[in-house]
């Protein structure tokens, strides 16, 4: 059998991190981890428990007492928060807009931290989010940083939404991923940033299945064989 290594994937909202990651670790048999979802969990217990998304003691005494699996659904990863299935409600609006509030306090992504390492123990794992590459996984064989502007950003956040026949706004769209790519760029504990050691793809101009071209020959190359 082929060696298993770690595809640590990092980059702003919707540069099609979750996409690819999903693609190629069907392609390589690997788990697939999206620790953005971890982070919307917590968001989503957190606002319905009426908690202030401010209050680290608050969110630290919701997060201890909190289960949350990751397990491959026929249409993608679902999400289990206390054992519920929470993969939809965690992507509202709310969520998305508070989101980035939770995931910069600094017990909140240590405890993060070593759940994330704990999934990924044996290896053969792809894992998507903001802090992979330099710090959940910084000795991942294979790194990626996924880029693309924040025009095609929300572009593709806003076509998904219309196909799925949620509300959208465009321009509303745009401010809101600028707002949170400058929130999670500029928090003091593991801001979003390229490992030194990562490869940048900018995906503005890319297809789905020429982004996933370029990782899996980054990985067959560490992975030794096809
Ligand atoms: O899917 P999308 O790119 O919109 O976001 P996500 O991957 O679901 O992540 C949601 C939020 O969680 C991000 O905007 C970050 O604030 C936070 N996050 C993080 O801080 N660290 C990670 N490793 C993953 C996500
Ligand atoms: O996980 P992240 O927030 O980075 O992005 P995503 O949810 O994987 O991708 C956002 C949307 O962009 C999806 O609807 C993808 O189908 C689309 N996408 C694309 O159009 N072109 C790419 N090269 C990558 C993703």
Redesign the pocket.
């Known amino acids: 059998m082929n060696r298993q290594i770690s595809i640590a994937i990092d980059g702003?909202?919707?540069?099609g991190?979750?996409t690819v990651a999903k693609i190629v670790a069907e392609k390589l048999s690997y788990i697939y981890i999206?620790?953005?979802?971890m982070?919307?969990a917590l968001t989503y217990k957190a606002i319905q428990q009426q908690a202030s998304i401010e209050d680290e003691a608050a969110l630290m005494e919701i997060l201890n007492s909190t289960t949350i699996d990751l397990q491959p659904g026929t249409e993608g990863q679902l999400i289990y928060l206390d054992g519920q299935d929470v993969t939809n409600q965690i992507r509202s609006s709310e969520v998305?807009n508070s989101?980035?509030i939770v995931?910069r306090h600094k017990l909140v992504?240590e405890e993060m931290v070593l759940r994330q390492q704990s999934f990924a123990q044996n290896g053969g794992v792809v894992m998507?989010?903001?802090?992979?590459g330099t710090h959940?996984l910084p000795l991942a064989e294979v790194k990626i940083f996924l880029l693309a502007s924040v025009d095609e950003r929300a572009i593709r956040r806003h076509t998904e939404n219309v196909q799925k026949g949620f509300p959208s706004d465009l321009e509303k769209l745009k401010k809101e991923i600028s707002l949170?790519d400058r929130?999670?760029s500029e928090r003091e504990v593991?801001p979003l940033k390229k490992a030194e050691d990562a490869v940048e793809i900018d995906t503005t101009s890319l297809s789905i299945v020429q982004v996933v071209e370029k990782i899996m020959d980054l990985a067959y190359e560490r992975i030794g064989s096809k």
């Open positions: 702003p909202a919707a540069a991190k979750s999206d620790t953005g979802a982070y919307r998305t989101v980035s995931s992504r998507d989010g903001r802090d992979i959940v949170r929130l999670d593991a």
